[in-house]
């Protein structure tokens, strides 16, 4: 099936209302997400006041903070009224550099210049502040839950999330969701422990899929060969998710796949 190189989107997913966008690289993937970041973000805040973004860890996540980092339309948005949650965190000590939280700071000490209210950034908690992981997600679950707000469509207790970024592995986790894991199979409640992930650290915090799905966008960063046969499987969407836990992942209003060339070749 031919790619679509250039930035129109294509429709190719079964998931009602997701569209698939091919750049040709790594690169140009991650700066084109950040100039939408920049839009969406605009948007949320002349509709609701503020903007809550949930932010992903990983090669092209992280990619995109960097790239929105140096973005001249960064000051487009007033990040005094953005809220920053994770979707996922490597259980490990604070100062560790496999922090998801920590990694995001190459965009959170340039957003500090900008007026960025770190009391509306809320990362997962740390091994040298909460004994367990368990721990620590019942003290993300409460923060979601302190946030809550009458707009989010949904009963659970989370605040209404704008945009939520999701990297995938080549397994098709996303999130700290892998296959055949205990948080691919459950929708209770909001934010999960995760023992024996298949990719270190083996200690996670995840957001539950029952959090993820009441984001009213969802967009998958995706690039490399490696992940190709995965996302072909995913945006199609009808694979279990236990399975396949990127076939589970959608926003209420729009899903968007964000890929790099190669991520796109099997599709
Ligand atoms: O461990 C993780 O992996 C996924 C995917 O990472 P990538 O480097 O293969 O893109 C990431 O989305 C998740 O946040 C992270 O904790």
């Given at each position: 099936m031919p790619v679509n190189a250039d930035p129109t989107p294509v429709s190719r997913s079964r998931v009602p209302?997701?569209?698939?966008?091919?750049h040709p690289d790594a690169a140009t993937l991650a700066a084109a997400a950040a100039a939408r970041l920049v839009v969406a973000l605009q948007d949320a805040q002349a509709e609701r006041g503020e903007a809550t973004l949930v932010l992903t860890g990983g090669s092209v996540g992280i990619g995109t903070l960097k790239a929105l980092a140096g973005?001249?339309?960064?000051?487009?948005?007033?990040?005094?009224?953005?809220?920053?949650?994770w979707g996922d965190e490597r259980f490990v000590e604070a100062s560790s550099a496999d922090r998801n939280a920590g990694q995001a700071e190459v965009l959170l000490s340039v957003l500090d210049g900008l007026g960025l209210d770190r009391g509306r950034v809320h990362p997962m908690g740390p091994s040298d502040t909460f004994a367990t992981p368990e721990d620590a997600a019942a003290d993300y679950a409460r923060q979601l839950a302190a946030e809550a707000a009458d707009g989010a469509d949904t009963d659970l207790p989370v605040p209404v999330i704008d945009v939520l970024l999701l990297g995938m592995g080549p397994d098709s986790h996303v999130a700290s969701l892998f296959p055949d894991h205990a948080g691919a199979r459950t929708l209770?409640?909001?934010?999960?422990?995760v023992h024996d992930s298949p990719k270190p650290p083996p200690l996670r915090v995840s957001l539950t899929f029952g959090a993820i799905n009441?984001?009213?966008?969802?967009?998958?960063?995706?690039?490399g060969q490696d992940k190709a046969p995965a996302v072909a499987v995913a945006v199609n969407g009808q694979a279990p998710r236990e399975r396949v836990p990127a076939a589970g992942a959608a926003g209420t209003r729009a899903t968007l796949w964000l890929l790099d060339a190669s991520a796109a070749s099997l599709i």
């Open positions: 209302g997701a569209r698939v966008v091919v973005s001249p339309a960064l000051t487009a948005v007033d990040w005094s009224r953005v809220n920053l949650w209770e409640g909001t934010a999960i422990a009441t984001a009213r966008q969802v967009w998958f960063l995706v690039a």
